[in-house]
């Protein structure tokens, strides 16, 4: 074993399973290291707000990544632990928060909603009564009113906030460009006294304020900005008043009443407060939603950072003596939580962006990844193992959906051109022709779907395609009914539980639909397509014997439900004259199920479907629990500029009206007229294609 000596490292667990204390997000500080290639030290606790917690532990080298002691001090104020690992993943903000100083401007999540401050202390969170106590470092922020004054009232305690809450740092050089004609240096501070214990924030970063290389770049970008040939439809983002960063589409260019110069009248990507319809002070200049029309002078718009990057952007972030954070790229991101989606999916440029017939591939990709974790096993394999392909698709992909909420058309093109046929690159597919070439050979995982038959054929397949005769169920059918028809129809068993199950709706083509509509089930049973599995008698509940699909459709047992009964019910049934030419056939049931003991249900879930009109297709997934989370995303919502040098616009829009109306009974469910329930909901059943469906007892694994 070899000591490290008098140098203190300090070091966050980036993957592996628990061992001996640590887990991922945990944080420690090494006391030795074995040949093996383990440290051995003290880990903090996983998110307790008592610094001192801590214990003993060992963990792979390969499995952490070595941080400074300020930067561990940082990550021990964060919680829960997964957060820690989330900002880690974006180097060039958490380098720019580690070198934070007195009243630099910040932009801060807080209370769900963004707003800017100014950092007036570091704090040290609790008291050190160890020598192996590493106390946790929190930021005291200064709220900045959106008047650029701040608030006159009666100063109370600055409230503390961790590094994770912090979701933007302002460059220096970025400081002077406001759409008010009000300079920064202008704003009014009210002085906050250091805290005497807290440890000197350090002017490292005042120091790259005023270096010479950041007055070049501020004495290079006004021109630079001012003499871009902007037009109607052109992206640009614009710095407000309070420091923060806005995007949009510029509607309008001309000279207001009242101004000389041209101004930009421009639709933000999503609503902010103080802003118009279109309106300014009174005359309507274009339409748009309420809040969502800012007018700023031209000058004062810059290209979108999101698709025209700027290494000197980059720069400015990045304190020239301190090496930035790494990407870890063994550390994958986590599915979006319910509580964060519409915050960072919802508006234009959010999804994947559309590009050159890849909406059946964005919708898919998307509907898989964003929220549900299905795939998530075999797509965060380890990097040493995986093909090029299936990196890019992780990285690209997966992750900066995850986490940026926005993948760009070039991303995935790229993907595109790696999955080694010229036809995916070109020409628009099926959405089950990508996901199994998605599986086999990107992600190669076995099928998903294993079947059996009655005569003892087993078949296994990723996605499984209805097939039945439109007399078999009503006009408008449920996928339960869909399903269960098929099934009997094609003499089908599942051999194990799916825990992903992607149905292709009964459609020819394009154009051509069996159905108007489709219900699409938000639940469901699969426990009767079950191959030597338990199953209840459809009429007494006991344990069922015999299965008759002849009764399939019978108008006086429920049409469209699977008939299985008992011996006694099946007998009772069967005398009946409509029923004397039946020909139940007998299940194998074990002998260790009790005729009388509950029989366990198994329960799929809804969490996408894919649609398609006039081969355009677009996608409505569920991003949580709740029966309204649901998110409808259009990969080519919209376009800016023309088919040569234009790019497609994504968009998602949150759709509470879709779990609204599919929270209804069945019966009522049959019954309603789509077009009365709106637009979203009369496109999710009439343009069904694809339905998923995830287990969520069962886990994805090679």
């Keep these: 074993m070899e000591t490290k000596g008098e140098v203190e490292t300090f070091f966050i667990v980036t993957r592996g399973k628990t061992r001996k204390g640590f887990s991922r997000g945990y944080i420690g500080h090494v006391e030795a290291e074995t040949q093996h290639g383990e440290l051995m030290g003290l880990v903090y606790g996983g998110g307790s707000s008592v610094s001192s917690t801590k214990s003993r532990g060992v963990v792979k080298k390969e499995d952490t990544y070595l941080l400074s002691r300020h930067q561990a001090q940082l990550l021990l104020f964060v919680c829960p632990p997964s957060k820690r690992l989330d900002l880690l993943c974006n180097p060039q903000l958490f380098a720019a928060i580690c070198q934070l100083s007195q009243d630099d401007l910040v932009v801060l999540k807080h209370k769900k909603a963004y707003h800017p401050g100014l950092v007036k202390n570091l704090m040290q ?11 946790m470092l ?8 959106t008047d650029q004054t701040t608030s006159s009232k009666k100063p109370a305690p600055l409230p503390l906030f961790s590094a994770a809450d912090i979701v933007q740092v302002v460059p220096a050089c970025s400081q002077g460009l406001h759409w008010k004609d009000v300079p920064f240096d202008g704003l009014s501070r009210k002085t906050v006294s250091r805290i005497n214990s807290m440890p000197n924030l350090g002017s490292r970063r005042q120091h790259v304020k005023e270096s010479q290389t950041d007055h070049k770049v501020m004495q290079s970008q006004t021109p630079k900005v001012s003499h871009i040939p902007f037009e109607v439809g052109s992206m640009v983002e614009v710095m407000s008043n309070t420091g923060i960063t806005v995007f949009g589409v510029i509607r309008w260019i001309g000279a207001p009443e009242g101004k000389k110069s041209n101004w930009a009248g421009i639709e933000l990507d999503y609503e902010v ?9 009174g005359q309507q200049y274009f339409s748009c939603k309420d809040s969502s029309a800012l007018f700023v002078p031209l000058t004062k718009c810059s290209p979108d950072r999101r698709f025209l990057y700027s290494p000197t952007e980059k720069d400015i972030l990045r304190s020239p003596d301190i090496s930035p954070v790494p990407s870890l790229g063994e550390t994958d991101a986590p599915p979006i939580p319910e509580s964060e989606a519409q915050s960072l999916l919802v508006g234009k440029m959010k999804g994947i962006q559309g590009h050159f017939n890849s909406c059946y591939l964005d919708v898919t990709l ?28 992780r990285k690209d992909i997966v992750n900066r959906l995850r986490r940026d909420g926005f993948v760009p058309a070039d991303s995935v093109m790229n993907f595109r051109k790696q999955l080694g046929c010229d036809s995916f690159v070109t020409e628009e597919k099926d959405p089950e022709e990508f996901i199994t070439v998605l ?21 296994d397949a990723y996605t499984f395609q209805i ?35 992607m149905l292709q709706m009964p459609r020819f083509g394009n154009r051509y639909k069996m159905f108007p509509h489709i219900i699409p089930s938000t639940e469901l049973d699969i426990t009767d397509l079950l191959y030597n599995s338990p ?12 299965e008759c699909s002849q009764c399939l459709q019978d108008p006086r047992l429920q049409p469209g439900r699977i008939k299985q009964y008992c011996a006694t019910c099946k007998t009772q049934v069967h005398t009946h004259p409509s029923r004397q030419g039946h020909c139940p056939r007998a299940l194998t049931v074990s002998s260790d199920v009790p005729a009388d003991g509950p029989i366990p249900r198994h329960k799929m879930h809804l969490f996408a479907v894919l649609c398609i009109h006039t081969s355009h297709y677009v996608s409505f997934v569920k991003y949580g629990p709740n029966p309204h989370s649901w998110l409808f995303f259009d990969s080519m919502a919209d376009r800016c500029g023309d088919d040569q040098t234009g790019y497609n ?25 789509p077009s009365q329930a709106g637009e979203p909901v009369r496109r999710l059943l009439c343009d069904s294609y694809m339905c998923l469906y995830q287990s969520e007892s069962m886990a994805l694994h090679r």
Excluded at 273 to 281: A, E, F, I, L, T
Excluded at 649 to 673: N, T
């Design 535 to 546: 199953r209840d008698c459809f009429l007494c509940g006991r344990l069922a014997e015999y």
């Design 649 to 673: 616009i994504p968009e998602i829009r949150a759709c509470p009206q879709v779990g609204d109306f599919l929270s209804q009974a069945e019966d009522k469910l049959v019954c309603a007229d």
């Design 467 to 501: 097939i039945l005769e439109k007399e078999q169920v009503g006009q408008t059918p449920t996928v339960q009914q869909l399903l269960e028809t098929s099934f009997l129809s094609c003499d089908l068993k599942f051999e194990e539980i799916p825990s992903c199950l």
């Design 138 to 145: 929190g930021f005291e922020v200064e709220f900045v009113d």
């Design 439 to 459: 599986l086999q050979h990107v992600l190669c995982t076995e099928p998903l779907l294993k079947f059996r038959s009655c005569r003892g054929v087993s078949q």
């Design 273 to 281: 407060k103080g802003c118009s319809d279109g309106k300014y002070k």
């Design 366 to 393: 998307f509907s898989l990844f964003s929220s549900s974790k299905t795939l998530d096993s075999v797509c965060q394999s380890p990097a040493d193992t995986e093909q090029h392909i299936s990196h890019t698709l």
């Design 125 to 135: 969170i609790g008291r050190k009564e160890n020598q192996g106590d590493l106390l």
